[in-house]
């Protein structure tokens, strides 16, 4: 009886708790739109439309960041299912948009290039990417495998999709 009711008011906060998440990033979302615009704003007042929009566009990758998040959270709020496909998906976007920001910071800083370069960090960037990718690409082909494993099935046994 204690445990049957612990869980069920575990289960509530943690429910609460994701709401809340939730309500955060709709909120962050909100901010970095904003940012974005002001930025927008800036490098055309300032006549930087090249370096403005590639550093905007640093900014629209946080908004794909958090947009992901926003589709997990709804995913979990609706199914109770958290899928790692999203983390990975998260770490791919943020080493995107290093891999793009780097450059625009290069440009437009007053140090020398030798000074703020280095190819190692840039390497292992890039290195970090393409595993995650490959990362991702295995975890797509798992579950796109246990779909077809389910439906191949008899016909008699019921048929679950853990994804709906």
């Known amino acids: 009886m204690f445990e049957t009711t612990l869980i069920k008011a575990l289960t509530r906060f943690n429910r609460l708790l994701h709401v809340a998440l939730a309500v955060a990033l709709v909120v962050a979302s909100g901010m970095v739109i904003w940012q974005f615009s002001i930025e927008v704003r800036e490098s055309v007042l300032n006549n930087h439309l090249v370096t403005g929009f590639l550093q905007s566009l640093g900014t629209l990758f946080l ?7 926003i589709s997990a959270e709804i995913g979990y709020l609706l199914r109770g299912v958290f899928h790692v496909r999203v983390f990975i998906e998260v770490a791919m976007i943020t ?3 290093q891999i793009i920001t780097k450059p625009v910071l ?14 190692l960090q840039y ?8 595993v995650i990718g490959i990362l991702h690409w295995l975890v ?5 495998a246990g779909r077809h494993q389910d439906t191949s099935l008899p016909a008699e046994a019921p048929v679950t999709n853990l994804d709906d």
């Open 63 to 69: 908004v794909w960041t958090l947009s992901s998040l």
């Open 95 to 97: 080493l995107l948009r």
């Open 106 to 119: 290069l440009a437009t800083s007053q140090k020398s290039t030798d000074d703020m370069f280095d190819p």
């Open 123 to 130: 390497g292992l960037i890039l290195a970090a990417l393409l």
């Open 140 to 144: 797509g082909n798992a579950s796109i």
